[in-house]
């Protein structure tokens, strides 16, 4: 089975703690739930805890109107070859749950809150059980 791979942990089994709504404020959220997701997203860079973690593993990401999603991780194969990983997704707010057809006893849901989402930026978080809070953002391709 694939392993989440991340910049803090290539290899291992990293699980994933759903994220929840810290603010009552929705006003204050700069994502627009109008605007698609529909598309592919480029990584532009990302933190680990608030350091600097450069770009995401998972450095292209494809949502299609299905609801498929793909996270692609260029070069991380064994020979050098890109990894993928598919699923299934839905968004409920600023809420994006993927739901992985592989994966490890655990991960097999990711759940990830929307910081920011305009046409051309999506900006992500999650939270990683016993290690911190992972920040991603990307640009529309």
Not at 56 to 83: C, H, L, M, Q, W
């Amino acid at each position: 089975m694939k392993k989440r791979i991340l910049t803090y942990g290539i290899g291992a089994i990293i699980s994933f703690l759903s994220i929840t709504n810290c603010s009552s404020d929705d006003s204050s959220n700069e994502s627009d739930t109008n605007i698609t997701l529909i598309g592919t997203w480029l990584g532009v860079s990302s933190t680990f805890n608030g350091n600097n973690a450069g770009i995401p593993d998972n450095n292209i990401v494809k949502f299609t109107s299905n609801n498929r999603a793909e996270f692609i991780y260029e070069g991380f194969g064994n020979n050098g070859e890109d990894i993928s990983e598919f699923g299934d997704w839905s968004r409920n707010g600023n809420t994006l749950i993927l739901n992985w057809d592989e994966a490890d006893s655990g991960n097999e849901t990711y759940t990830l809150q929307i910081i920011e989402l305009t046409e051309n930026s999506l900006k992500w978080e999650t939270e990683i059980s016993g290690e911190g809070t992972l920040t991603e953002t990307f640009e529309r391709n």
